[in-house]
């Protein structure tokens, strides 16, 4: 049974008098039992002024009817008097006076907390969280569990400390200590009484693994300039981000509160704090749905489409690319706000894919639907090959963030099978070619390619053919099967780049030599694992 006893008596009459609501008088007392806060509001209210009128000479107890371990107590003694407060219209209501143990708050009307300015009065009831609930529906998400997150006005850090100000010195007079982690968060007693009810709302449980995010931002206008003085008094703390509207973050402001000594801030800010006459606002009620992840293998056809868009300054250079053609049938399927492509390598616009195809990840962020069957994947995957005759997909299905990994594990150790059609300028005969067959593990120096000088660091990277293997054509054609390190150059290696790459198919066969077509025949990484489809 959890209750508050005779020596609490003292700091519900100081924060009651403050214009402090139940839940945040519960908080200061340690209190943490759950389902206290679950208690009605007006309920919550009587209970402590009925607890007031009790006899102070007896050990008198006020119980709630709930099976709940007691947290650790706070004791202090009579409190100062109360500012006068303002209700929840904004009128001025004068406060109630405790001047002795034995006289009841008679005043009933419903104020706005001067700590959590009515987070945890308002904002707990159920026309909230039917608005929320609401909201969720109306997104239309799959999701079969939820996490709750708040985000809440930075002077509530200040007005927190200020009421816990009062307190401490309080306990100081009778010599006790008082800390700040006696005081039960904010945040964690409203999700106290939060949870439940969306529960319930929702049909589904609350869980804090959860990937589906219902999150609600609380503004209180009236107080945002509370945090100023401190931006004086501790200006290290205060700086300028990017992507930050205000330096008055939540992080912020507990900082400086950690740095600021005791006396400057009771110099700058009312202890206990004020009254406001407005509640809190919710700004935003917002869903999210983590990221799903698809991953597959694609075969690339075309000799004129890019593997991402091709854009460059501003202008759009093919109508297409491998990324789009796949993804746009994504993005409708999951309903997902964007994407993120990724792929073990990539091919040149004129260079095609072949064999298994190359093995490829997509991130869809914030999907509406997450829930694939295989035989639904499948269907996905066939309305993908039929989009489009220039790429195929296979073994398309659904990952996890940590499955992507292994595409790009020792991806410069893995292996790559390349098919070139090589033109030489200087008549050949099949035995001028045949020697190619016996170099096995060739070194070479690559020196960045020219043409991917402007988006790739200048550096010399020592690459490894394992194989060849030619087919002679004409005097001045031949086709040359390679097998090689991930991240070589083929076509510097064929041509050399202005001896870039050494050695190169010219330099070894002692002609100027030139790549008409590549084709990538395999890209040995064992991943995703194939399906039977």
């Known amino acids: 049974m959890s209750s508050l006893t005779e020596k609490d008596r003292p700091i519900v009459q100081l924060l009651l008098n403050a214009g402090t609501c139940p839940r945040c008088i519960l908080r200061f007392c340690s209190v943490g039992s759950q389902m206290l806060y679950r208690h009605p509001y007006k309920d919550l209210m ?8 009790n006899n102070p000479e007896k050990e008198d107890t006020v119980c709630f009817d709930v099976v709940d371990p007691p947290c ?39 104020k706005v907390c001067n700590v959590c300015l009515g987070i945890l009065q308002e904002f707990c009831e159920a026309d909230f969280v039917k608005k929320v609930c609401q909201k969720v529906n109306s997104a239309d998400y799959q999701f079969t569990s939820f996490v709750f997150s708040v985000s809440l006005p930075p002077q509530l850090s200040v007005r927190e400390r200020a009421a816990w100000l009062v307190l401490k010195q309080e306990m100081r007079n009778l010599g006790l200590s008082l800390l700040k982690d006696d005081i039960v968060q904010l945040k964690e007693a409203y999700k106290w009484i939060i949870h439940p009810q969306l529960s319930e709302e929702l049909s589904v449980p609350a869980d804090g693994k959860s990937l589906f995010e219902v999150s609600v931002v609380f503004a209180h206008p009236e107080t945002d300039e509370e945090c100023h003085f401190l931006a004086t008094a501790c200006p290290d703390c205060f700086k300028p981000a990017k992507n930050k509207q205000s330096v008055f973050t ?6 400086a509160l950690e740095k600021i000594k005791e006396e400057d801030f009771l110099k700058h800010f009312p202890c206990p704090p004020s009254s406001p006459k407005n509640l809190c606002v919710a700004l935003e009620i917002q869903c999210n749905n983590g990221a799903v992840f698809v991953a597959g293998r694609y075969n690339k056809y075309s ?60 991130e869809l962020v914030n999907p509406r639907r997450i829930h694939f069957t295989a035989e639904e994947m499948k269907g996905l995957q066939q309305t993908i090959n039929t989009s489009s005759d220039k790429i195929q997909v296979r073994d398309l299905q659904l990952v996890t963030r940590e499955a992507i990994g292994r595409m790009k594990e020792g991806e410069e150790e893995k292996t790559k099978t390349y098919s070139a059609l090589i033109w030489t300028d200087k008549a050949i005969q099949k035995e001028d070619i045949a020697f190619l067959d016996d ?52 076509k510097e290696f064929v041509h050399g780049d202005f001896g870039r790459t050494k050695p190169n198919i010219g330099s070894l066969l002692n002609r100027t030599a030139d790549i008409l077509e590549l084709d990538v025949e395999s890209v040995d990484v064992d991943w995703p694992p194939t399906l039977d489809n």
């Open 46 to 53: 009587k209970v402590l002024k009925e607890f007031l009128k």
């Open 72 to 110: 650790k107590r706070i004791r202090l003694e009579h409190p100062e008097e109360g500012p006068e407060d303002l209700n929840h219209n904004g009128a001025l209501q004068q406060n109630p006076q405790v001047n002795d143990e034995n006289t009841a708050v008679e005043d009933s009307a419903v």
């Open 250 to 255: 939540r992080m912020a402001v507990i900082k």
């Open 303 to 362: 000799r004129n489409l890019p593997q991402t868009p091709w854009i460059i300054d501003g202008e759009r250079k093919l109508e297409s690319s491998v990324e789009e053609l796949i993804s746009e049938h994504l993005m409708t399927e999951f309903r997902a706000d964007s994407f993120n492509f990724s792929s073990s390598g990539r091919e040149d616009v004129d260079v095609r894919t072949l064999g298994n195809g190359r093995p490829f990840a997509i």
């Open 439 to 490: 170099i096995k593990e060739l070194k070479l120096d690559q020196k960045t390619p020219l043409r991917v000088l402007h988006r790739r660091p200048l550096a010399v990277r020592c690459r490894i053919i394992h194989t060849m293997r030619s087919e002679y054509i004409d005097e001045h054609h031949f086709r040359l099967h390679l097998k090689t390190q991930a991240g070589t150059y083929i």
